[in-house]
């Protein structure tokens, strides 16, 4: 499985910008990571592909919302409010079906990634 992000860049706090992650064939879940310099790879999102179930962190819920579309391979991550410490390198992540329909939290819950996408929110 390849995963391919796009939709990273620059912006002011409280702009918005949209994430893109396209999968070459579907994956049981498909999660959105990001890692700040520095900084451990935190989950930020992640979807069932079957049903659309979605399990959000707690630090983004409410500023961004998880969606696909099944008919394109592909997840969307639509951040609005940006703040400064939103600036990372955002991972896409695919979960074997093997592995269950589980949203893991963890890094190693997932076998697939994607290069990154740098998202940098100034102030």
């Known amino acids: 499985v390849q995963l391919g992000e796009s939709g990273g860049g620059e912006v002011q706090a409280g702009g918005s910008l949209r994430l893109s992650c396209l999968a070459s064939r579907r994956t049981a879940v498909m999660a959105w990571f990001r890692q700040a310099p520095g900084k451990d790879r935190e989950f930020v999102s992640g979807?069932?592909?079957?049903?659309?179930?979605?399990s959000v962190s707690d630090s983004v819920k409410g500023r961004f919302t998880l969606s696909r579309d099944t008919a394109k391979n592909t997840m969307y991550l639509q951040m609005n409010n940006l703040k400064p410490e939103d600036t990372a390198v955002y991972y896409c992540?695919?979960?074997?079906?093997?592995?269950?329909?589980?949203?893991?939290?963890?890094?190693?819950?997932?076998?697939?990634w994607g290069q990154g996408t740098q998202v940098t929110v100034s102030s």
């Open positions: 979807v069932t592909w079957n049903d659309g179930s979605t």
């Open positions: 992540a695919g979960r074997n079906w093997e592995r269950g329909l589980i949203i893991s939290r963890s890094v190693s819950g997932y076998d697939y």
